[in-house]
């Protein structure tokens, strides 16, 4: 059912969202549904119909005014939040036009570089659009886009992109042309992207006014005659548009051959030949094959794809490898998302096919986070050691959690090691007249069978420093070929949350608990949902801080509980009796996108 205007006695916290959200998600379904038998008119016909829709235009101005993590960024504007009256307001100005506002351009560094990456912060009139016509667009190209694209995409992460290579290569080492697209988001060409896109004329026109709306940067207005400003809600879906097709671009050149196919320079009848994988996550890929003439041949065809999107390879970050032996003077494996990815020839008892396959926390990227643990530790030495732990357990367990899906036990203990000299440092800055057993006495101590735990008393209980050698491997399932959240298996998607390694162990096991369903309107979670630990009974009532008081919900189902506490929930069943943590802090589940650049 279509809406075209509000109630006047609505108010935002009296909204049905679960009503709402079911409409969306069946449209969008209806959408991909079309869009996979390319049935185009349909597709059409539906996204006209969806973006006319109260659902939808009111789940965009919630998303960009509730939900986003961002949404206290002001663009032109000036407008960094909207009061629940005005989020009903804008929901009657939300109509696509030829016209859009300049973005707001912030700089911001580029971690371990002395570079700035530009941000262009739309306003939020153009980021409510901007989420509604993507809630359109995204279910037409999630039916499309390719299945080793990853970057950017709901229900799908850097780890599956890295269980993917894992894949590749395990049965047979290959040779890699490990690739990154210079400056991708400041060059796409704009009339490019839009013949791309293929879309409604009112899509078209809206999508063009945002590509060249230019951003002011300080009072100077500079133009946008190529890329999608970074920062805008729709632009990391256009970026992944602009480069659908490398993949299929490279099977076309290499297509997968049969022992009775016709021989070829890259083939010879009697055998088979499998086409190079690439694997694609944003901007940044990677290409593997047996044959080394194949993956030299496919940086040429990738190189004059590309020309086409106005865009090339950047030669710097260009690097030809192989997996197991060394290549002309450079050394096995290579380095992708933070991650090493490299073979070892190993012995007959260890493998049967001579080697094994090892993926690794980067050097680089270990130097950094070592980097800023002793930062926070040179930056605090006048803090309690409580309140130094609060801010360095944070770090770890973020950290630790990304790299948990390989092999990271002698990273970790190797950092556990540094960590520990530059507390030890630490505590001996702070007391430099007492001896080193004194200090330790003070501040290490033995605790459930580990020794030299950094810890301090808290009430009965110790508050201590986790130990990246404590967080367990667990292999990462990677996803099913093209699925997608949009695709209507719930089931499959709400489960996979529950394993995905970046979000903390607290929200895991609620998401089991509760079988992927947000407790206050029982909806199961998707990829794209920000979800909240809340209190059953609110510490404010002495309620307890244990699982049997906590559920997850929406962030917005969790403002709403919020506002009427003491008559939503059952009581709790946690007969704890162990006092309140104070430096227990709310965890947030963040973006994907954010741990890319993290």
Sequence with gaps: ??????????????????????????????????????????????????????????????????????????????????????????????????????????????????????????????????????????????????????????????????????????????YVLDADISKCFDRIDHQALLLKLNTTSTIRRQVAAWLKSGGMDGKQLFPTSEGTPQGGVISPLLANIALHGLESRVKQEFPKMSHTGRETWFHKKGTEFKSPDVIRYADDFVILHENETVVLRCKEVISEWLLDMGLELKPSKTRFAHTLQEYKLEKPGFDFLGFTIRQFSVGKYHSKQGYKTIITPSSKKQKIHYDKIAEVIESHKALSQAALIAHLNPIIRGWTNYYATVVSKVAYSELDNLVYQKLRAWAKRRHPKKSGEWVSNKYWHSIGGDNWVFSTKNGDNFLKLIDHAQTPIIRHIKVKGKASPLDGNLVYWSSRMGKNPELPSRVTKLLKKQKGKCAHCGLFFRESDVMEVDHIIPKSKDGKDCYENWQLMHRHCHDTKTTNDGNIGAQSGCNSTEPLNPTRRLEKVEEKWVMRYA
């Design 1 to 174: 059912m279509v809406y075209t205007s509000l109630k006047t006695t609505e108010t935002w916290a009296s909204i049905n969202w679960r009503k709402l959200e079911r409409q969306v998600y069946k449209m969008q379904k209806r959408i991909y549904q079309a869009s996979q038998r390319s049935d185009v008119k349909t597709v059409h016909n539906l996204q006209r119909l969806l973006m006319s829709s109260r659902s939808a235009k009111l789940l965009a101005v919630r998303r960009i005014s509730q939900d986003n993590q961002g949404k206290k960024t002001a663009g032109v504007d000036g407008i960094k939040n909207l009061s629940p009256a005005a989020r009903l307001t804008m929901i009657v100005n939300l109509k696509l036009s030829k016209k859009a506002s300049p973005t707001r351009r912030v700089w911001i560094p580029k971690p371990g570089t002395d570079e700035k990456r530009p941000l262009g912060i739309p306003t939020m009139h153009d980021r409510a659009m901007q989420a509604l016509v993507k809630l359109a667009l995204e279910p037409e190209w999630e039916a499309q886009f390719e299945p080793n694209s990853y970057g950017f995409r709901p229900g799908r992460s850097c780890h599956d992109a890295i269980e993917a290579i894992f894949i590749g290569i395990n049965h047979k080492p290959k």
